[in-house]
């Protein structure tokens, strides 16, 4: 039942192309040691879904650096003056995504839904191109779910199963997209037996997790 | 007193004992100094924490942070989560009340502050839901910039929510947008109505209760 498999094994199985949920918010909860062999591994033309795009020298900031991204779904790219370089270039495919819409796409994906009805971008330039709902006189967004090829989940904890725990602030998106991918890659910091992570504890439960990164050679 | 600490003292003011608050970057995190004694106001940060507070030296950790990567610390009753639920606090009302900087605000009480076209794209982050969602929303900004007033007829920038905003606190002035329009209800200390007049890109209306701005509670 060990979903262990090594660093360059997991990477190797994502082709170039391929779409990416990646955990994180500027890299806080970010699976890096994921991203940094993406990198190692001239993974390209990959589409990007995350929080933001960190820093140039920091987590999946680097992927872009790295020109190995062409397309990104994001909330907040300000702090990575490469994301906003290439996007007036042409270079990289960027959308911009409410924060909260994004959450609530990618949730809404990995749960069975069609999509979500929210009042966030109603009247802006975010409803331009979308479907408007009207429920009890209050107008909606309709937001359509968002789900990928791969998910990269950073945990604090794992099992050998692969349930998992996140810390602190370092939760962020990693629970929702661990939903919403057809494969879940996870890395922990720590990797614990079986049994030590208590049913309450479980924040993903194992069946969503496909592979979990090895701890050796870290 | 500078410019920004005048503007922060004053919001700090609006917060009541008990408060969910989340605070932008940028100028409004400086409010939080300054809340009033005896003030238990609660601080979500929207990367999923209520309850963060100022780092504590040498006890840093990679795993908690504030929405910009920086160290921060919690409270005793502090609560961590996703970012489904930090952003449906902020969507379902449960937030009491948002601080943000601001770039425009018009007389409809309309806010822009997250773009700049073909000049700044950050990206709206959560300010989007913040504004649409949030039960009491500030706004915290220079009055000015570059010698143009901020408070405009009509936004020219693209806006973060057609939901008026409550109240705008600026180096000048507090200022509530209404049906009727932006009524002017504060002066800052040695500054005139006329100045704030002259300063501003749109008709205001004086308040019959016009006073000078407080800034200890």
């Known amino acids: 039942m060990s979903k262990l498999i090594s660093l360059e094994d997991a990477v190797a199985r994502i082709p170039n192309g391929a779409s990416l949920l990646i955990g994180g918010f500027m890299a806080v909860g970010g699976p890096n040691r994921l991203v940094d062999e993406l990198i190692r591994q001239r993974k390209s033309d990959l589409t990007i879904i995350a929080n933001d795009t960190a820093r140039p020298t920091v987590g999946l900031g680097k992927l872009v650096v790295e020109k190995l991204v062409a397309k990104v779904i994001t909330s907040h790219i300000g702090l990575n003056p490469d994301t906003q370089k290439q996007m007036i270039s042409g270079d990289i495919q960027v959308e911009l995504v409410p924060q909260g819409t994004l959450a609530e796409r990618i949730r809404s994906g990995g749960v069975g839904l069609g999509g979500v009805l929210t009042p966030t971008g109603v009247g802006t330039t975010v409803e331009e191109g979308k479907r408007t709902v009207e429920i009890d006189g209050k107008t909606y967004l309709l937001e359509l779910p968002i789900k990928a090829d791969f998910a990269l989940i950073a945990a604090k904890q794992a099992d050998l199963y692969g349930n998992l725990t996140y810390a602190l602030t370092a939760r962020n998106f990693n629970p929702i997209m661990a939903m919403a991918a057809t494969t879940v890659i996870a890395e922990a910091e720590d990797i614990v037996p079986v049994g030590c992570i208590p049913p309450d504890a479980v924040m993903t439960p194992s069946i969503l997790v496909d592979h979990l990164i090895s701890n050796s050679n870290r | ?217």
């Not at chain 2, 950790?61 to 902020?90: E, K, V």
């Not at chain 2, 990206?123 to 000015?144: E, F, K, N, Y």
């Not at chain 2, 180096?171 to 040695?190: F, N, Q």
């Open chain 2, 1 to 217: 007193m500078d410019e920004k600490t005048l503007i922060a003292k004053r919001v700090a003011l609006e917060l009541k004992d008990g408060d969910l608050c989340n605070l932008g970057i940028g100028l409004p995190t400086l409010v939080a100094r300054y809340v009033p004694a005896g003030r238990n106001v609660f601080f979500q940060s929207e990367n999923g924490i209520v309850g963060m507070s100022g780092p504590v030296a040498g006890a840093d950790n990679h795993d908690l942070t504030d929405a910009g990567g920086s160290p921060i610390s919690a409270l005793p009753g502090a609560a961590s989560f996703d970012s489904a639920l930090s952003f449906g606090l902020i969507r379902g009302g449960h937030l009491d009340v948002t601080v943000l900087g601001g770039l425009q605000v018009d007389q409809e009480g309309h806010l822009a502050n997250w773009m700049v076209p073909g000049k700044m794209v950050p990206g709206m982050g959560g300010a989007m839901d913040l504004v649409t969602g949030a039960r009491r929303v500030i706004v915290a900004m220079q009055h000015s910039a570059k010698g143009e007033s901020k408070i405009v007829t009509r936004c020219t920038l693209p806006l973060t929510s057609v939901r008026r905003v409550d109240l705008v606190v600026t180096d000048l002035a507090v200022i509530v947008p209404t049906d009727a329009g932006l009524v002017l209800k504060e002066t800052a200390p040695g500054v005139t109505v006329e100045q704030v007049l002259a300063n501003t890109g749109c008709e205001l209306i004086l308040s019959p209760d016009l006073r000078p701005m407080p800034l200890e509670g």
